[in-house]
Every structure is written in C-alpha cells, then in structure tokens.
C-alpha cells in the first residue's frame, strides 16, 4: 500500500482546475481504461510513497494546496482538496443574505414604531390643542371648575409627559420639535395647577355664599306667617356696629409662604387705612429658620398676585425679630432685635422712620406665646388703630394691651388682664376687644379669652378655630375684610368671622 498517493479523480479534478474546465477531464465510459491503464497508472508509478501533487509554477493552479490521498487495503483510494479561494464564496453570500434579512426586520420594526409616535404625536397635538382651548375659557371666565375638571385634564397632561419622555428615548434624529413639546406641555401643567389653585379659593367663597342663602331661606321659611321680629343686618365692613365674635369659618389655605416649608415662624397680613379700607396691598413675612430673626419680606399689590408668586417686591431688614409684625397705614411695625425697642418702616422704601421703648414690656423670649418663641411684643392693628400686647414683671407675666399713637409709637392707654401670657398660644384685636387663643389638640385652637378695654370686663369664650397644622404662629386682623389672617406652621390661613348680629 501506497500512502499519500492522489486518486485517480482527485487528479482528474486537479488537472481540470488547471484548465479552467472540469468537464471534458472527468473520464466517460468510453476513456475510462484509457485513463485508468496509461495516463494515471504512468504519472502514479512515478511517484514516491511521500510525493504530493505540485502544479508548475507557471500553472493556473498554483493556487492550490494542501491535496492528499491514500489508498486503503482494499484498493479504495481516499483524498482530500483545500479549493482556493477564487471559488465561489457561498458561505459568504448565505452569510449576507442572512444578515440583510435581520437588518431588513430590524428596520421594518423601527419603522412601525415610527408610524406609531407619528400617529401619537397627531393625536395628542389635537388633544394639547383642545386642552390650550379649555384653559383659555376658564381663565377668561368667572365660572368655578369642580376638582373632576381639574383632575382630568391633570391626567391628559400625565399622559402626553409620558409620550414624550419615550419619543425622546426611542427618536433618531433632531429633537427640536418633541423638546417644544415637551416645553408646552409642562407650561400646561403649572398653568393648570395655578388655576387649581386659584379656583379652589373661589368654591370655598361660593359655598359660603350658598351656605348664607341657604340659612337666610330657612330662616324666611321658619317665620312664615308669623310675627318675628325681623334680625339687624350683618355689621358694615370696618364699623364696630356688633356684639362681638361668636363664631369663626373654616379657613382657607391660600399657599405655603414664598421662602418654602422650612420656614414655620413667620406673619402676613393686608395693609389697613381708615381712609383707604379696601385698597391695602398684601405682605408676607417670614422669620428665618431659627424662628427668631426677621430679615426679609415681601409685598404685593394684590391677591392674585400673591397665589401666583408675581409683581412682588422684596425687601431685607437687619433688625427684626419674632411674629408680632403688624402693618398699619402703609407703615410695618415691628419688635427690634434683642430690645424692647418697637421700630416704625416705611413700605415705601423699607426705611425704619421711628423707634421708640415699650416701657417695662418683658423680652428676648420671657413671656412668649405657648409653643411660639421670641413673640414677648405682638403688634395688632383693628378699626381703633394700632395695638401692642406685651407682658411685664409688674404684670408677673399677665397680659398687657397698650393702645399705641401710630405716629410716635408713643402709649396712649394701658389695660392690664388677669390671663397669664404663656398659657395663650396667641391673639388678635377686634373693636378694641382682645381675643386671645389656646391650643386644644394638633387640629384645633379655641378662642378663649376675651377683654374688653372699652368697659374693662372681661370673660371666657369657646369659639373652636380648626387649623391645618400643629403651631400657630400669629394672627392678624383686618377691620374692612373682617377676616383673619394667619400663619400657621409657614402655611397661610384666611378665616372669616361671624359676629353677633346684636349690638352691645
């Protein structure tokens, strides 16, 4: 047996290589002795045990390599061909057709999905486009939206944010037109939240107005054919012309102070002048975080203002302290730092124009309010003028009222009570009554006290005022209004009150 010896169809398929033509090389019937007994045995016999096939160097099959064979015991002849590479690649034209199939998949994938947002993006233009129309009407009209109004347009505006973070995720190519979206549609959603603000203000107001009509109506009912007599009006806004609280509103929540929820101390209130009643402008004063040091505050000429954060003006002082700040005739009144000096700033350019000593009033956090530090003067204004309720060591920590010459600051009169300072978590002035507050639970103050300084009585009173947080932290009235205004925990608070319709 003869190892490495090429078969006679191995060489056969190698010579037609060399020709470019396999065909007329491979043996019919008629060429097969000729091939088998001359020309393959001749070119065999002339090969050594170990000879390989080696085309000329001048042969067109130079290319090829590493052919071998063998014949078996039973005179099988085996072989083995390496083709060159000038074949045909048809593993690498399989490869790319697979590979192009993919690609074709891929992209008629992404395609869709582009049809989809194109789609998507129609029908939430039109619906952004029907929203811009809704929000148009209420901000035109008087009308008071329900919260489902609100709710649902909330949840439109939620579904195309969420379209619009998956196009900017998925989008190849410019952005400018999904980020104007984008930019739209949260305009959308603070616009919206500013209107919830606002309308949720307006349903307070006209439920009480409901609530008033429907009292007046069984009133009208219950006196039907008979002879009652008929009840006085309510007091004119400003005038003193009732028999004092008896009863106080839920309050309404008008926004968190413009400094943020840290900042729990604070005051506000609305500018008050006899010769102007109703045209006072709003402030806002928050302490710093330390519930001590009043350093900024702001003003606005009106409501709307104010629930929208805009118009404001802003001003620093470096010398006030605690929640006993009070406005009064365009003029902020206020506790000086560590003193018991009271100073007088006008609004018009923050600048202090008097100061002058409370005599003997306690400070620096003595007799403060209950729960409420650095509170040792409270300034108050009501239909009289100006206000300060303080205590001293004379008093033992008993509640003082001075009525104060809002030019001078100078005290005019001082009445001295019996109701210890510290158990009060606040008070307020009315017609020259003070009412004075206590805490009942995280969810309830009481308006307790009372003292009259125009006959010197004074008595107990239970008046249930509900608040929205643990703390009050000051209370301010205002004679034309009728409400007060208080802060409660940084939040801001607007209580109506009823008074007895019965003069004293």
Request: glycine share 6%; net charge negative; with cysteine.
């Amino acid at each position: 047996m003869r190892t490495g010896l090429l078969c006679p169809l191995a060489l056969l398929f190698l010579l037609g290589q060399t020709t470019g033509n396999l065909e007329p090389l491979v043996p019919g019937p008629s060429s097969s002795s000729f091939l088998d007994s001359v020309f393959v045995s001749n070119f065999i016999s002339g090969l050594s045990s170990n000879d390989s096939f080696t085309p000329s160097p001048g042969s067109e099959s130079q290319s090829l390599s590493n052919f071998t064979g063998f014949e078996d015991d039973h005179g099988t002849c085996h072989c083995s061909v390496t083709l060159p590479d000038t074949t045909f690649p048809v593993q690498r034209v399989e490869r790319l057709e697979f590979t192009a199939h993919v690609l074709s998949q891929k992209f008629e994938k992404e395609l869709s999905k582009v049809r989809e947002y194109v789609q998507l993006i129609s029908v939430y233009e039109k619906k952004l486009s029907n929203l811009t129309v809704r929000v148009e009407i209420m901000e035109t009209d008087t009308i008071s939206y329900t919260e489902l109004d609100f709710e649902l347009i909330k949840i439109e505006v939620k579904e195309m944010e969420k379209l619009i973070i998956q196009l900017k995720d998925n989008f190849v190519g410019s952005t400018t037109i999904v980020d104007q979206l984008e930019v739209e549609i949260r305009n959308m959603s603070l616009l919206v939240e500013q209107l919830e603000t606002l309308d949720k203000n307006n349903v307070l107001a006209i439920r009480r107005e409901i609530l008033a009509l429907k009292n007046r109506l069984k009133e009208c009912e219950a006196s039907k054919g008979e002879n009652v007599t008929v009840s006085p009006p309510p007091p004119a806004p400003g005038s003193c012309g009732h028999g004092g609280v008896v009863n106080i509103s839920k309050p309404t929540i008008v926004q968190l102070n413009w400094r943020g929820f840290s900042f729990k101390y604070g005051a506000w209130g609305r500018d008050y002048s006899p010769q102007q009643p109703n045209g006072g402008l709003y402030w806002v004063a928050p302490l710093n975080t330390d519930g001590r040091y009043l350093e900024y505050y702001r003003l606005y000429n009106t409501l709307d203002d104010l629930l929208l954060y805009i118009n404001a003006r802003e001003y620093r002082i470096t010398y006030g302290q605690g929640s006993g700040t009070a406005v009064y005739k365009n003029y902020m009144y206020v506790n000086m730092y560590t003193s018991r000096n009271i100073a007088k700033i006008n609004l018009n350019g923050s600048r202090v124009e008097v100061t002058q000593t409370l005599p003997d009033a306690a400070y620096n956090n003595r007799f403060s309010y209950a729960n409420v530090n650095w509170q040792d003067i409270d300034l108050a204004v009501d239909e009289n003028g100006l206000w300060v309720i303080y205590a001293t060591e004379a008093s033992t920590g008993n509640m003082v009222i001075s009525k104060l010459n809002d030019t001078t600051l100078t005290v005019l009169d001082t009445w001295y009570t019996r109701q210890y300072k510290p158990s009060v978590s606040n008070a307020f002035m009315v017609c020259g009554v003070l009412y004075a507050t206590r805490t009942l639970n995280t969810r309830e103050e009481e308006i307790f006290y009372y003292y009259d300084t125009n006959t010197g009585r004074e008595g107990s009173l239970n008046v249930v005022m509900p608040k929205m947080r643990e703390r009050v932290q000051s209370i301010n009235y205002h004679p034309f209004d009728q409400k007060l205004f208080v802060y409660n925990d940084g939040y801001l608070l607007n209580y109506d009150l009823i008074f007895n319709k019965e003069p004293k």
